[in-house]
């Protein structure tokens, strides 16, 4: 069980991490804010925010889960 668990946080931290590393940098951007000065691509920060809720969940079941429990 707890080797499942383990591979199960590492894949989940993974999605997490290309999920929000993709919406950040690569993916299309979410707004553009035109001022006098310039026009700049904002990024779509909810997938941001829930691809780093991802890498942190998987993370931290994939540590708790290596930790196991001593009897």
């Known amino acids: 069980m707890r080797v499942v668990l383990i591979i199960l946080g590492v894949i989940l931290a993974a999605v997490g991490g290309v ?9 299309p951007h979410a707004a553009i804010v035109i001022s006098n000065a ?6 779509n920060m909810a997938r941001v925010a829930g691809g780093l809720a991802l890498l942190a ?5 994939a540590f708790f ?5 001593r009897r």
């Not at 999920?19 to 993916?27: G, Q, V």
């Not at 969940?57 to 079941?61: D, K, N, R």
């Not at 889960?65 to 429990?69: H, I, K, P, S």
């Open 65 to 69: 889960a290596a930790l196991g429990r």
């Open 57 to 61: 969940a998987g993370a931290g079941v």
């Open 38 to 43: 310039e026009v700049r691509e904002v990024p």
């Open 19 to 27: 999920l929000a590393y993709r919406s950040f940098f690569i993916e």
